[in-house]
């Protein structure tokens, strides 16, 4: 019913920056918060960002001062700008988004597949 499709991600050098975007298709009356998610080798999945309809955001401390999360609710979509990239910044990227189907429904919550994110030192 909905996809989420995350982009932008790659190989970078440490201090370097990224952009990644994600884009919500299907079924959608609309959405509230979307966020960004990422999951290193061997840990668990964290919140890195997250920004309601509204636009307030918080972020995980490790982040702060350096990623900035931003939404584009015409084009239905979340961004991460990521900048100072660090090594321990290496994992899969994952989209996430509270969505709703119609004005009646509940949100459901959706993930988008990951996009990987290496940053070398």
């Known amino acids: 019913q909905v996809q989420l499709v995350e982009s932008g991600g790659g190989l970078v050098q440490v201090g370097g920056s990224l952009r990644l975007s994600c884009v919500a298709s299907?079924?959608?009356?609309?959405?509230?918060?979307m966020g960004w998610y990422r999951q290193a080798p061997g840990k668990q999945r964290e919140l890195v960002a997250r920004?309601?309809?509204?636009?307030?955001?918080n972020y995980a401390d490790s982040v702060k001062g350096r990623f900035t999360i931003s939404r584009d609710n015409a084009k239905k979509s979340v961004y991460l700008q990521m900048s100072s990239l660090k090594p321990e910044d290496t994992a899969v990227y994952y989209c996430n988004a509270d969505i709703l189907h119609s004005a009646f429904d509940f949100a459901v919550n959706y993930w988008g597949q990951g996009t990987q994110v290496t940053v070398s030192s």
């Open positions: 920004i309601t309809s509204g636009g307030s955001r």
């Open positions: 299907g079924s959608i009356f609309s959405i509230n918060a």
